[in-house]
């Protein structure tokens, strides 16, 4: 799995990944041009979208409606070190049973994005020096 980043000036950057682009931007109060979401928001965003993915995938294999699925993913900022802390999902699933309700649970619990925040990954950074762009 990749992506690259391209900056595009300013506190805005693009990213690409198989073809498919997003920007990353900041909001106006922090000298951005508000042309995207921030990099702690795609984050949300990405675990969002994982825990929904999970969630259809149980209603649809149940035959089980997933009309009006709806998935809200909160965290708060944290110190020492700054990072993101306190996640929370909460999934709504309407016209569902309640008996499925811990099912639907333990399915968006298995996304791939909530194992990784629940398990750290291994990580490690490399810097080095690129070809030079000239000004266009």
Do not use: W
Not at 60 to 88: C, I, M, S, Y
């Amino acid at each position: 799995m990749e992506t690259n980043v391209r900056y595009l000036g300013g506190v805005q950057f693009e990213a690409e990944c198989r073809g498919h682009k997003v920007v990353s931007d900041q909001p106006l109060e922090s000298k951005g041009a508000d042309g995207g979401m921030t990099p702690p928001e795609l984050l949300l965003s990405s675990l969002g979208t994982c825990a929904a993915f999970y969630a259809a995938y149980y209603l649809n294999l149940n035959r089980l409606p997933t009309e009006g699925l709806h998935v809200k993913v909160t965290a708060e900022k944290a110190k020492n070190p700054p990072r993101l802390d306190g996640f929370a999902i909460h999934v709504e699933v309407p016209g569902v049973d309640e008996a499925h309700l811990e099912p639907v649970r333990k399915a968006v619990e298995k996304c791939l994005i909530h194992a990784t925040l629940l398990h750290p990954p291994s990580m490690r950074t490399e810097v080095s020096v690129g070809e030079a762009v000239e000004a266009g």
